[in-house]
């Protein structure tokens, strides 16, 4: 929806994209302008409108609660820690007993605006998503119903629940709501790049601007638009040159058992990018340099230069906006009857 | 000193505990009186007065910062989760590559009232404490040295310690010195139980006063006592009859290799008891009950009955206080020269 809205505002000049027009037969038909403003390729990002402040607050605790977790470890927060930049900065996620994820986690910041949860969009929406990981063995590795026990046997958590959800039989549904709602909040507006979009001309500086143009003639901005600047399309990871890596995650494919959907992720927001690190599915790129050479050679058959990729690592940064100002959440506490956590069993 | 300070004050009249009166050869000859108000054995929460607020700042940021360990993946927070009573709720903490830790991980609330730190008091303070779990290789699994690289490759930490610290060279000292401060404001004032001391009849009920009487008759208050309701003395664990444990920790004998110190562990501070279970050292007694119901019998050679505990519970939950308002911290990026975490290495 995101994506096709981008579309539509951007409909307006079909731009010959020199050297990488091969490239956009793979990727969606995106287009762009030239003008400056409110007719960039990018949006800034909206501001959020909180209409159920008890759901979030709910939603908070229960993001940073580990006791969805079998080990009473790990919490959502764990692996999407908003000290840093709603990830866990590490090429793949721990999980219960200190398994190796297999995949990089990717920021919750802004996750309203991806089109579909999830590397392969396996999951809808953001309610859909929040149930994975907690029922996920390699994850958190408790159970839909076990959390919702433990829930369910704390009265200051079953009192919220009542108090939001009324009558409602406490369940996974609503917890995964209340984590969805919460995280919904998680926009990070006024980053220097959005004021310049609204008109502050010295927000940004001159390398920026030259990484950002650079960042639109070379095509980056093909797949990387709208108001999450990516998050709006599955694409291939390797369309000039393959993608060499010992991860065996094959994308959108793992969803459809299409052939032709292997490889396919979804392209991630590059919000917040400079607090990300490392980059990609697999989290190979350690740097934003890296990154962006990478992207440039495999995906645009684009050999940047030091200073070119110097320059849009610049305009990269630019894309970091206010992050969340939390108040750390007090957990209400255990109860005898409560399912105590399993770390070691 | 802070224990000193309570037998000072309390030095008004000794107090002979029938059926207890073996017990306290094996502990201090700690007095109690019967007055209520400013003469009880157990003194308010002092308000914390925040010198450098700066200093108080960048402690915060350390506390939360999991690039401390090896792995990226541990802070100090993990298991001393200021949501959860500033512990982990686990019987033992969860170390580098899910090691299973020796003993129950103590709260950091109200931690500056120790008069020692540790269960065996091998550190004389909070900074001292701070350098233990980084360099522990079941516990953060880094080095000092390494910690310091990490924060030494980060442009903003460098900042933040000059402005606090000059021209002092970052160095670990600077590094505990910093999450002690921070550590010391994790006070928790206005608890019931406080408000009552300080003379609001009404601020506990008739049970919780009945458990208060019982906590001072039976003679827990012997070695709960003071502004932190314990933390001031090493105290044996098992007195009239033994502690079974499968837990190999020998208390204060590992510090003092001496035989009379084996099984004397540093008495736990019972504030906000309700939040911090499990309890003892091997975090063995899972429920409050569990817990008052096995130092009666161990230590004071008291059969409580149901009721009785009960009421002593209720009394304990009164030590709940105000729990540490804490916006979470955004930390600041690694760089590309930083070191980066090892979770699988």
């Known amino acids: 929806m995101i994506h096709s809205l981008v579309l539509t505002k951007n409909l307006r000049t079909f731009r010959k994209l020199s050297g990488v027009a091969c490239v956009l037969v793979g990727l969606t038909t995106a287009t762009m302008v030239m003008a400056q403003g409110k007719d960039e390729p990018i949006q800034p990002i909206t501001p959020v409108k909180v209409t159920n402040a008890a759901k979030v607050a709910l939603g908070k605790k229960l993001f940073f609660d580990p006791r969805l977790s079998k080990s009473g470890f790990i919490s959502c927060n764990s692996c999407h820690n908003l000290s840093m930049g709603g990830s866990d900065n590490l090429p793949t996620s721990i999980g219960d007993r200190w398994q190796q994820g297999p995949i990089n986690s990717p920021t919750v910041l802004n996750s309203s605006l991806n089109f579909v949860q999830f590397w392969d969009g396996r999951a809808k929406d953001l309610q859909e998503q929040a149930g994975g990981p907690i029922a996920n063995p390699k994850e958190?590795?408790?159970?839909?119903?076990?959390?919702?026990?433990?829930?369910?046997?704390?009265?200051?958590?079953?009192?919220?629940f009542a108090k939001i959800y009324?009558?409602?039989?406490?369940?996974?549904?609503?917890?995964?709501?209340?984590?969805?709602?919460?995280?919904?909040?998680?926009?990070?507006?006024?980053?220097r790049f959005d004021k310049w979009l609204k008109g502050d001309k010295k927000a940004i500086t001159a390398q920026e601007k030259k990484g950002y143009a650079l960042f639109k003639d070379s095509g980056c901005v093909a797949c990387h638009n709208g108001e999450g600047v990516g998050a709006?399309?599955?694409?291939?990871?390797?369309?000039?040159?393959?993608?060499?890596?010992?991860?065996?995650?094959?994308?959108?494919?793992?969803?459809?058992?299409?052939?032709?959907?292997?490889?396919?992720f979804k392209v991630p927001t590059l919000r917040n990018v400079e607090l990300t690190y490392p980059y990609f599915h697999d989290g190979a790129a350690k740097t934003l340099e890296d990154a962006v050479m990478v992207m440039g050679r495999l995906q645009l058959g684009q050999n940047y230069t030091a200073e070119e990729t110097a320059q849009i690592v610049a305009f990269l940064k630019t894309l970091t906006g206010d992050q969340p100002k939390l108040i750390l959440p007090i957990l209400p506490p255990s109860q005898n009857n409560t399912p105590r956590p399993k770390p070691f069993e």
Chains 1, 2 share one sequence.
Do not use: C, W
Request: cysteine-free; aromatic content about 6%.
């Open 140 to 160: 958190m590795a408790s159970s839909h119903d076990l959390a919702v026990d433990v829930l369910n046997s704390i009265p200051q958590y079953r009192e919220e």
């Open 232 to 264: 709006s399309s599955f694409q291939k990871m390797g369309v000039i040159e393959p993608y060499k890596t010992q991860n065996p995650a094959m994308g959108r494919a793992e969803v459809t058992k299409e052939d032709a959907d292997r490889f396919n």
């Open 166 to 191: 009324g009558n409602k039989k406490l369940d996974i549904a609503l917890v995964t709501d209340a984590i969805a709602e919460f995280e919904k909040t998680l926009k990070t507006p006024n980053s």
